[in-house]
């Protein structure tokens, strides 16, 4: 039964999406490096605010190997506030890998596609079908969403299993026009079959044969398996100046946020009293604490609950790194659970 669902796809999907596609940057042209980027910036982030980091990101790295060559440093701050920064560290690797064995040549095989860093099935199904035509699915959140759907299928979509079932259903019916194919499922979810009570079900080229519609209950699907409670961190976070100078300082070269810069933090939630007194144990005397404010930041998994102390120093040191504030704007990539703090008011 489900693959006569399946069947009916292209033939819905494709000419819907050739009336109404949206123009993107991205689907400009079928560049390997382009479809790439902008599949790895896409991940977790909407369409809207990955549009400006595009542009951007192309303007001062236009090619594979200017990719490969970039300074960390410059590419964490064309990466600044995207978030889920491995994604560029992986990009990076990849590139110095399509250089040393394809001869800066992007490979066309889905095999040696997903063998690249930070490449999975999805992205690798993206780019082998949008570039060079080949029956790969790339199966996200939006097309789980408007498979299961179409089929009113109840299987959570957060198992292997589940999203492997659909990819071999809907490799066994691409058509030639392989990438229009996979843009259209993702456009169908990203602009009709939403995640809410948004969604546009008479707006649907599938509605004929979407088994949720026909029972009343789009809204059912997609299901689920229970959501563990994230675990949640107390932090206090120091932006310490003294004059145009602030302290930053590198995080470790493994685990969350790996390498990038911070402002200093320790565990728990200080009041002002104790964090004068621990500044004072690191040689720091504030002159004055002028500010404190509460923030939040979420992972996937974490959630961060954090008070920012700001305070005036009489002199720099602590063993940081102090930095002018402008060289902090241009040059320096703050990862947004820090940057927050940064951009507190304006007043920094």
């Excluded at 071999?168 to 456009?187: H, I, K």
Aim: some cysteine; glycine content about 8%; aromatic content about 10%.
């Amino acid at each position: 039964m489900e693959a006569s669902v399946y069947a009916r796809l292209p033939g819905a999907i494709l000419p819907w999406y050739h009336a109404n596609c949206r123009a993107l940057p991205w689907r400009a042209d079928r560049e390997p490096y382009h479809v790439w980027l902008s599949e790895v910036m896409l991940q977790q982030t909407r369409a809207e605010a990955v549009k400006g980091y595009y542009s951007r990101f192309l303007a001062a790295l236009p090619d594979i190997p200017a990719l490969a060559r970039c300074d960390d440093g410059a590419l964490m701050k064309l990466w600044e506030g995207l978030g889920y920064y491995s994604r560029a560290r992986n990009l990076k690797k990849a590139a110095a890998i399509i250089m040393e064995r394809h001869g800066g040549k992007f490979p066309e095989t889905y095999r040696e596609i997903l063998a690249l860093p930070g490449v999975g099935e999805y992205t690798a199904g993206a780019i082998g079908s949008i570039c060079f035509a080949l029956p790969t699915p790339a199966v996200d959140g939006n097309v789980l969403r408007v498979c299961t759907r179409l089929c009113a299928d109840g299987s959570p979509i957060d198992t292997p299993e589940c999203k492997a079932r659909i990819r071999e259903a809907l490799a066994q019916v691409y058509p030639p026009e392989a990438g229009d194919f996979t843009q259209g499922l993702m456009e169908l979810g990203e602009t009709i079959c939403l995640p809410n009570a948004a969604t546009k079900c008479e707006s649907c080229p599938c509605r004929d044969f979407c088994r949720a519609r026909a029972q009343g209950n789009p809204l059912d699907y997609p299901v689920k398996s229970p959501k563990r409670a994230r675990a949640v961190e107390e932090k206090t976070v120091f932006i310490l100046s003294c004059g145009e100078l602030f302290a930053l300082e590198r995080r470790p070269e493994t685990g969350l946020l790996a390498a990038l810069w911070q402002f200093p933090n320790v565990p728990g939630t200080l009041s002002a009293p104790e964090a004068i007194k621990l500044l004072a144990a690191r040689g720091l005397h504030p002159r004055e604490i002028y500010k404190t404010v509460e923030r939040r930041h979420i992972f996937t998994h974490l959630t961060w609950q954090m008070r920012g102390i700001y305070a005036e120093l009489a002199s720099p040191g602590g063993g940081y790194t102090w930095l002018h504030a402008e060289q902090i704007r241009r040059e320096v990539a703050l990862p947004t659970a820090f940057r927050q703090f940064w951009e507190e008011n304006g007043d920094v």
